[in-house]
């Protein structure tokens, strides 16, 4: 075989890269084992090379691999040698093409789009190549090939690689028809792709794709049948094309003409999709990115990874079909943990509203909506999961208040869809439809849905559709309420929406991220996000809404009459109390009653619950004043709610008092969970409850969480959705008064970095500095730290940030560094890195920092070693001596032991010279005189005395500073070499000398020549007294 023509590096370089971009590690390695075989076979015969190499793939499977793999790299990069590489890669190979498939499928779903055209093309051509030979395997290799063919794309490469797959389908027909599952797949696929095909420039191809597809569904239909339900959703979409209309005929009025197995489209319609055809219509790129975002991305911190991926995937008019997919692989494949439903990761109803509210064509969003449905339509509790259900009935209940456009459109489309989707199952069709409601209902994704059903939002006629058909899931009618809301209220319950929504306003910000596009309201918008949720409710809440909150005294009624007549009476006058001095004198009354000896305990429920109602209007809004003076803060906590704050301050734990107001608070906070923190808030900021933030304990014990922890982590939780200015405001006191709870872990820590913005971390981080605030200590700090590197990359700047305004010794976190990967943790890296840069090296940061694994992309070890080398030279070369000669004076075996009983890394000899020769590197081009320090020269003599013959030559350079050393310092009179260097500054002078000596002695070659063959015995020499200067 002929060698490629370029000298040292291919021609054809695998994937397209930048001159910014690092090496990829597949790609370094097929290139190397592409110069084995280069090597292995340059300038012999092709009979000579085949020779050469089945003799090297003999050897072992490592050098087998090596072969089959520079044969593979050769076939991608040089078009000209590809059919000469595919023959000798079908002699040599003894694994049938295993380690070839598994590389390809590799690259496929990793590299697939930075592959260099010729290489794509190449690719292409040896997928042809392996399905023509019948390869076991190919088939599954076919497959991940058509997933790289992405749905509403039809630019150039997309087309070409959709065009070259079907041809190598329709050519290799009769292999094709041996895998039931290559002939659903296909099927699925084109089915899906026809759509996108209906220009006239693309006519010729779609033909292509609708005979092949035809042709499979009729010869091969019950291998099809497994595709289940979302067959019938592809073809409804293509059954106008007048070859799949006489097919989709047949598949309704005449089903055995397709398979004598085949009952009828209702066989076909309860067959559940398998999660399989759902994901084939994503590119492993979309996929990653989903993914992604419904386990990564915190919920309110969506926006940027939406804009790329509608900038990537969803910004040309042919993308619009792609929603369906998108939608389907949603509801049917991502199935969330119960630990990630219950965190604040954004969830898929979010990203489905979102991709609803971006559709811009009627079709596309009819299509849409059916994608969301689909599994509604024929649902069984038996077969079917609520995960596949659940995506659209959380759609439609979180857009009701900040959308209700498009829950009414929802609704509207699960009415009209059970008579219009196929008339004759309309029976079947309201079934399930009706078994996925009750299915809702019984699983308690939502606990009613009269509300729904029953918004006044909604059009008085799609009200009533919805109550004729579905009457068992509507309350009771009531004409005067709807007419007053439909006439009167619409406005205002459009702009009191947020209000009750704690953190379900996505689709009001996502609607937007879409028109910005067009209307360009990027800028609000990017600014209310940096602002956090919570001053983005703090928008909505200039509207007026009183009138609303007055208007709901109905919803007192069924409590109040439940009370004794004077408690009654006194809750009536409040609710009639027209402002908030009238309010207050009436509470102070109702704190008396309860207070009363004779008060029935059995009525405090009650009464919370008539409170929690009548106090709704004072949990909205800013607690906190725009201006914090000490007149505005007690302005703030007038209000009725806080005279029951203010009366348990005023009383004695041991007072009979005190735990009777106490159970009325944690009975209010059962119905009310923001009490929580605006008792908190009440503790710092009145002068009359100073000194007493230790009744939040108390309170918290009450509650039925019964635990102080608990309790505080969900009210602070809760001030972080509602207010974050009130969070940073309430935090020194939290820290200060719970150490215990708030310093053993980063929950809370976490909470306030995820929605802080700049200015507020600098007011942190100036009561840290001020001694108002302690936020990490010593014997938690490093766990917390950890516990970050998981958190998003301002998060974990910001705590970073927080704790270098801490006086906390570096050293006390400097194992982190065996946690930090370069490529995953480089938030981390960097604050290390410039914290490092101020520090005098101690042996124990030297040893952290030498532990970190050597990759030529991760410059962290080398960086700081230089610093340290140009600043604190003589500090940092006593330490790595010490360093070395303790590593190389180890047991080889212990070490190996110790270091498989650890999880972290353990320093090794091999690491510390690894580093070093990189420093060396570095520092080969400076004046830099690190390397001539005798604790240095030494101590690599004493290493190169007793390693082994690899290590030498893999440092030989290193190595060589060392014997340079020696040779000098053999010429030196015994008495110099014999004399102590007192002090690291005396070694380092000595150094210039000897190598002023040894220019001089070089010019006699002889004396060299003498002095070479005893090298070694001097070797042994220096290494022994070193060991003892150690000792």
Request: hydrophobic residues 40%.
């Amino acid at each position: 075989m002929e060698p490629s023509p370029a000298k040292g590096k291919p021609l054809g370089r695998l994937l397209v890269s930048s001159t910014l971009d690092a090496k990829d590690e597949l790609e370094e390695r097929l290139e190397r084992c592409m110069g084995i075989v280069t090597t292995l076979t340059n300038g012999m015969s092709e009979r000579e090379a085949n020779d050469a190499l089945t003799a090297s793939v003999c050897k072992g499977p490592q050098q087998h691999e090596e072969v089959c793999l520079g044969l593979f790299a050769l076939l991608l990069t040089e078009p000209a040698q590809a059919q000469r590489c595919y023959r000798d890669l079908t002699l040599v190979n003894r694994d049938g093409m295993n380690v070839i498939l598994i590389k390809i499928n590799q690259i496929l779903m990793e590299k697939f789009l930075k592959l260099q055209d010729v290489c794509r093309t190449q690719l292409v051509w040896l997928v042809r190549e392996l399905v023509k030979s019948g390869v076991i395997g190919a088939d599954g290799v076919l497959m991940t090939l058509m997933k790289q063919i992405a749905g509403g794309d039809i630019s150039n490469k997309n087309l070409w690689l959709a065009e070259n797959v079907l041809d190598i389908l329709v050519e290799q027909r009769e292999w094709v028809l041996k895998s039931g599952m290559l002939i659903a797949m296909s099927v699925y696929t084109y089915l899906r792709l026809i759509v996108d095909h209906g220009t006239p420039a693309l006519l010729v191809l779609r033909q292509k794709e609708v005979d092949f597809c035809i042709g499979m569904l009729r010869e091969k239909f019950m291998e099809c049948f497994i595709i289940g339900r979302d067959l019938v959703r592809l073809l409804q979409i293509v059954a106008r094309i007048p070859e799949m209309e006489l097919l989709w005929k047949d598949l309704l009025h005449n089903p055995q003409a397709l398979s004598p197995q085949f009952t009828g489209l209702l066989q076909l319609l309860t067959a559940r999709t398998s999660r399989k055809f759902l994901a084939c219509r994503l590119t492993p790129d979309m996929e990653t990115k989903l993914l992604f975002m419904t386990s990564r991305v915190r919920f309110g911190q969506q926006k940027r990874y939406q804009d790329w991926f509608q900038r990537q995937y969803l910004s040309t008019a042919e993308s619009q079909s792609l929603r369906c997919d998108l939608i389907r692989y949603i509801c049917g494949v991502v199935h969330p943990s119960n630990e990630v439903l219950s965190s604040d990761i954004l969830p898929r109803w979010a990203i489905i509203g979102w991709l609803l509210t971006t559709c811009t064509s009627n079709v596309a969003a009819s299509n849409a909506k059916l994608a969301l449905f689909y599994d509604w339509l024929f649902f069984s509790p038996e077969k079917d999961s609520i995960m596949n259900i659940e995506p659209a009935i959380l759609v439609m209940h979180h857009s009701m208040k900040p959308h209700p456009a498009i829950t009414a459109t929802l609704l509207d489309f699960m009415c009209r869809i059970i008579p219009h989707f196929f008339p004759p199952l309309e029976g079947q069709v309201r079934q399930g439809v009706f078994n996925s409601l009750t299915f809702i209902m019984e699983k308690r994704v939502l606990a009613h849905l009269a509300p729904l059903f029953d918004n006044p939002k909604l059009d008085r006629e799609l009200r009533s559709m919805l109550r004729e058909r579905f009457p068992e899931f509507c309350s009771s009618p009531s004409p005067p309420t709807e007419g007053r809301d439909e006439s009167t209220n619409e406005m205002k319950m459009e702009e009191s929406v947020s209000l009750e929504m704690d953190n379900h306003v996505l689709l009001d910000k996502e609607d937007g991220c879409y028109d910005n596009t067009e209307a360009a309201f990027s800028d609000d918008e990017e600014e209310i996000n940096n602002k956090g949720e919570g001053n983005k409710k703090r928008e909505f809440r200039f509207h007026p809404i009183k009138e609303a909150v007055i208007e709901e005294p109905a919803d007192i009624t069924p409590y109040v009459d439940q009370l004794d007549d004077t408690m009654k009476e006194k809750v009536l006058q409040l609710q009639k109390g027209s402002d908030t001095e009238t309010q207050c004198e009436v509470m102070q009354e109702i704190v008396d009653l309860i207070l009363e000896e004779d008060f029935d305990s059995e009525q405090m429920s009650t009464l919370a619950s008539c409170l929690a109602e009548l106090f709704k209007g004072h949990f909205r809004g800013d607690v906190l004043p725009d201006e914090i003076t000490e007149e505005s803060l007690e302005e703030s906590v007038c209000k009725p709610v806080c005279l029951v704050f203010r009366n348990l301050c005023q009383m004695q734990e041991d007072n009979s008092g005190f735990s009777v107001l106490l159970e009325m608070l944690a009975e209010l906070y059962q119905k009310q969970p923001k009490i929580g923190y605006h008792l908190l808030y009440y503790l710092k900021a009145s002068k009359a409850a100073m000194g007493k933030m230790s009744l939040y304990e108390s309170f918290a014990q009450a509650t039925a969480l019964g635990d102080l922890h608990t309790c505080l982590m969900m009210d602070m939780k809760a001030c972080q959705e509602d207010d974050v200015r009130l969070l940073c405001y309430l935090t020194p006191s939290i820290y200060t008064e719970f150490p215990d709870e708030t310093l053993r872990s980063g929950e809370l820590l976490n909470m306030i970095v995820a929605v802080i913005d700049s200015t507020q971390l600098q007011e942190l981080m100036c009561h840290v500095m001020m001694g108002d605030l302690v936020m990490f200590r010593k014997d938690s700090v490093l766990n917390i730290l950890i516990q970050s590197l998981d958190w998003e990359t301002f998060e974990q700047y910001s705590t970073w940030q927080l704790f270098l305004a801490h006086n906390i010794p570096l050293e006390t976190i400097i194992p982190i560094l065996q946690h930090l990967k370069y490529k995953e943790h480089p938030e981390a890296l960097s604050c290390l890195l410039l914290q490092l840069r101020r520090e005098k090296p101690s042996e124990e940061m030297v040893k952290m920092v030498l532990s970190r694994p050597c990759h030529p992309e991760d410059q962290f070890t080398t960086s700081i070693l230089r610093h340290w080398a140009a600043k604190h030279d003589d500090v940092l070369g006593e330490h790595i001596k010490a360093l070395l000669i303790k590593n190389n004076n180890l047991p080889r075996k212990r070490q190996s032991l110790r270091s498989s009983s650890s999880k972290l890394a353990q320093l090794t000899l091999e690491q510390i010279l690894e580093h070093m020769d990189n420093l060396r590197l570095n520092l080969s081009n400076t004046k830099n005189s690190f390397f001539t320090q005798t604790p240095i020269l030494q101590a690599l003599q004493h290493v190169q005395a007793s390693c082994d013959e690899a290590h030498k030559m893999r440092f030989s350079d290193l190595f060589s500073l060392a014997e340079e050393y020696e040779e000098a310092s053999s010429k030196l009179p015994k008495s110099r070499r014999k004399a102590p260097a007192s002090s690291p500054r005396s070694r380092k002078g000595a150094a210039t000398p000897v190598s002023n000596e040894e220019e001089s002695a070089s010019s006699s070659a002889s004396e060299e020549e003498d002095s070479k063959p005893k090298a070694p015995k001097r070797k042994r020499k220096g290494s022994s007294a070193v060991g003892s200067d150690s000792d």
